[in-house]
């Protein structure tokens, strides 16, 4: 580094060792400090503001003082003050250990009763989180303990609360803070056994609190801990999967499940097997419960393996006269297992992803869930109706009327209800049928705002009765014959149901339900891909209809549209689901822009820029799709050009930097209306000096796209014709660009205008003969040039020829002025 550069390296530190010392950030004016030492150790203001920091540590309220107050009194304003001490100040040596004693030997204490002792147990649980996460003191002293006494510090630890415990796994995976790795290792394992023992323990407060770290072992560190992983381990991630226990525990032990599954691969489904066969074996209600709850979370994750048990010889034709067995026990007195129906049901539900599966549901198991959903009422009718609509096409009506009132007038069976009907709305019939029923739409859309475990299902209904028949060009169409007859089956006819005019229906019945403000709601609830990707496939097709978008752009479409793919931006853009979200909320928000004014939709907070940065990939063709669907990019042209329109210059000038390349190669597409959107976008960026300086600065590009757009004023297409016209009419305003159109070779340039105040159409016409009028009344020597030019190809005798048919009196009134200007 050289000395010059030393010193202004130097320099920027002592400030921001400043400004964070004014801003009592002590511990980050340390750090500065640091990478200032290792500059200049002996430098005088180096050594100044190492002083200055530890008399501003000295001259606050102790470094601990503060924590001892509030831990004597239990007071807000002290609690205040105490986190922000922890936050800022940089603890070291003994205050580092007499701070992580203090608190740890506190949280054994109980402060007040009631809410007042859990008030205090979250407080000093979250400054227990903030010593470890701010200090690395703090950690260094958590990693000697886990070396000499793992199971007292993380019995302490776990203790503490959510925000501790969760704290000590970065300690444990973080490399620097170990002396070795093997006794890094040695604490992940102590770790992950820790919490197993913790997981059988009976009683034991917040179980998913120890599922959790477990899940993070195996996603961060598997090579480390899958040794671990034997049957009884297995056992115990699987027994957790109860359907009795309570859901935040079951959600971080599928988690677990799904990564242990990862790691162990064929040995884990045999440990799966092993567990589920010796479960239904013992044939009691709970071993039952257990084999059908572990069953049921694995389908998704193994459908095969889980498919394999499923249909293992018996056991689905045992199903349900075990489960009858069940009812009788109610019959002669004795107690009935609901918990037992309960698993059984979620199972089958499971199973449906299964073709086999739902083949053998429907031979052995439709009469008795069709007697649970008529004669049952709540959870079990809505997961019995539910599989009836996975299974069976003949009751789709009668199931489909079950789930309505369930999703209506239900309240806990509300989610499977709404899972049915994502199944059953497949079928045009019944996507009519829901979109008819306005108190069903209101409650699916009520059910998206507020109902984050229903969200899945309502975004699939929603996607299913908006969705339009997808549009085949004549190859596509010969190829699924093709296809057919390869098969030898018949191509199954489309259903009117799903004709334009029948979902453009349905999506106005789904606006009026206020269905994208819902939309908007959700999205600020969820980060699931597949979530997400549901809501911009609903808003795509609500948004073909030119009538819908106002209202879509009142209840906020465009910024969604704008935060998802931003949202997008920011996360692993590799995957397909992540493209498919970006380019379809793209080519929304560009039918969203066509017919609407921008200057009511952006503002500062909202800028134009943003949309425009979100509709230039639309126009850039994909060489690796040879059926390319050109209707995104049509219409990302078309709200290009109405952005273009705007008063404020930014995103026109934005298009022209970042854009124009992609518009010039489309000005020779061989699809006429993309060729027209390209030259009407082109017509209106002409309000911009840059885009004037892109025809008429004198290089040979601009020469060239001069040339391309004199052949675009005479093309068949009309309205292709007439935007080229307005372009030249509001390029030839500029002095430079006149003289680009007097020195196309060969005089090519005056005979374009000449040949379009010839054309048919009175609007071109007009539009060639502003074009004349400016060039033959430029101001000096390029006036006088452009009226010899126009002389000298008969230019008065054609235009007066091209007036005796003329009777708009506007247009007259422009032809008039050039003949005057030409004398």
Not at 627 to 644: H, S
Not at 717 to 746: H, M, Q, S
Request: overall charge negative.
């Amino acid at each position: 580094m050289s000395s010059r550069t030393k010193d202004e390296r130097l320099e920027s530190l002592l400030a921001q060792a400043d400004e964070a010392s004014a801003g009592n950030e002590l511990a980050k004016a340390a750090t500065i400090l640091r990478e200032a030492v290792q500059l200049d150790a002996e430098n005088p203001e180096v050594k100044k503001r190492w002083l200055r920091l530890a008399q501003q540590q000295d001259s606050n309220t102790g470094d601990l003082d503060a924590l001892r107050k509030y831990l004597a009194s239990g007071r807000d304003e002290d609690a205040k003050t105490a986190f922000q001490n922890l936050r800022s100040k940089l603890l070291t040596g003994h205050d580092a250990h007499d701070a992580f004693q203090l608190l740890t030997s506190s949280s054994e204490c109980t402060k007040g009763d009631g809410s007042n002792a859990t008030e205090w147990q979250t407080r000093i649980d979250d400054l227990t989180s903030i010593l470890l996460d701010r200090n690395v003191e703090v950690r260094k002293i958590v990693v000697a303990k886990f070396i000499a006494t793992p199971t007292d510090i993380f019995s302490q630890l776990y203790g503490i609360g959510d925000g501790a415990f969760k704290a000590v796994l970065p300690i444990v995976l973080d490399k620097s803070l170990w002396p070795d790795s093997s006794k890094q290792i040695a604490a992940q394992q102590d770790i992950f056994r820790l919490c197993s023992a913790t997981l059988i323990e009976a009683g034991i407060e917040r179980p998913e609190r120890a599922m959790r770290a477990i899940t993070r072992l195996l996603a961060v560190a598997p090579e480390n801990v899958a040794s671990l992983l034997d049957q009884d381990e297995i056992d115990i991630l699987l027994t957790d999967l109860d359907i009795r226990l309570d859901q935040a525990l079951r959600r971080q032990a599928m988690l677990a499940t799904s990564k242990m599954l990862e790691v162990t691969k064929e040995k884990g489904e045999e440990f799966f097997a092993t567990f589920v066969t010796r479960k239904v074996a013992g044939q009691t209600n709970v071993d039952l419960i257990l084999a059908f709850s572990a069953a049921a979370a694995v389908f998704p994750i193994l459908p095969a393996v889980a498919a394999k048990l499923f249909l293992t010889d018996g056991f689905v034709q045992q199903l349900v006269p075990n489960l009858e067995k069940n009812s009788e026990e109610a019959a002669h007195g004795r107690r009935k297992s609901q918990t037992l129906e309960q698993a059984a049901l979620e199972l089958l539900s499971a199973a449906c992803v299964d073709k086999a599966c739902r083949e053998a549901i429907k031979r052995y198991c439709s009469h008795w869930l069709q007697g649970l959903s008529d004669e049952r009422q709540g959870h079990h009718k809505a997961l019995a109706s539910l599989i009836l609509a996975k299974t069976s096409d003949d009751s789709i009506e009668d199931v489909t009327t079950k789930l309505t009132g369930l999703v209506i007038h239900g309240d806990e069976e509300r989610d499977q209800a709404v899972e049915g009907l994502a199944y059953t709305s497949m079928q045009p019939k019944i996507k009519q049928r829901i979109a008819a029923d306005t108190a069903l739409l209101k409650s699916l859309v009520t059910a998206l705002k507020e109902r984050k475990t229903a969200m899945f299902g309502c975004l699939t209904v929603f996607s299913n009765i908006t969705s339009y028949k997808a549009a085949l060009s004549e190859e596509q169409k010969k190829m699924t014959h093709l296809h057919a007859y390869a098969n030898s089956s018949k191509l199954a006819p489309d259903d009117p149901l799903d004709d334009e005019k029948y979902v453009t229906a349905r999506c106005k019945k789904l606006l009026e339900a206020n269905a994208v403000s819902a939309l908007v709601a959700s999205c600020q609830q969820t980060t699931s891909p597949s979530n997400i990707a549901l809501v911009v496939m609903i808003l795509l097709p609500l948004a073909k209809d030119q009538k819908h978008r106002p209202k879509m752009a009142q209840q906020g479409a465009v910024k969604l549209l704008l935060q998802i793919r931003d949202r997008t931006n920011k996360t692993d853009k590799s995957t397909s689901e992540a493209a498919t979200i970006e380019k379809t909320a793209s080519h929304a928000l560009a039918r969203l822009l066509i017919s609407v004014n921008p200057q009511h939709v952006f503002s500062s907070g909202l800028p134009a820029s943003s949309a425009v940065a979100a509709l230039t990939p639309l126009l850039t063709l994909d060489p690796e799709n040879e059926t390319r669907d050109l209707l995104p990019t049509f219409e990302a042209l078309l709200a290009l050009t109405n952005l273009a329109s705007m008063s404020d210059s930014t995103a026109r000038d934005q298009v022209i930097r970042t854009a124009f390349a992609a518009i010039e190669d489309l000005l020779f597409s061989r699809n006429t209306l993309v060729q027209r959107g390209s030259v009407e976008l082109v017509c209106n960026l002409m309000a911009s000096p840059h885009c004037i300086a892109l025809f008429a600065d004198g290089s040979p590009d601009s020469k060239r796209r001069l040339l391309i757009l004199l052949a675009l004023a005479d093309v068949e297409d009309l309205a292709t014709r007439k935007a080229a016209g307005g372009a030249f009419a509001a390029l030839t305003e500029w002095d430079v660009a006149v003289t680009a159109v007097l020195d196309v070779k060969e005089g090519k340039g005056i005979k374009a205008l000449l040949g379009m105040c010839e054309d048919e159409n009175l609007e071109v016409v007009h539009r060639g003969l502003v074009c004349l009028g400016n060039l033959v009344s430029a101001p000096g020597e390029v006036g006088v040039r452009g009226k010899n030019v126009v002389k000298e190809v008969d230019g008065v005798g054609r235009v007066r020829e091209v007036l005796r048919g003329v009777k708009d009196m506007q247009v007259l009134g422009v032809g008039v002025e050039v003949l005057k200007a030409l004398g």
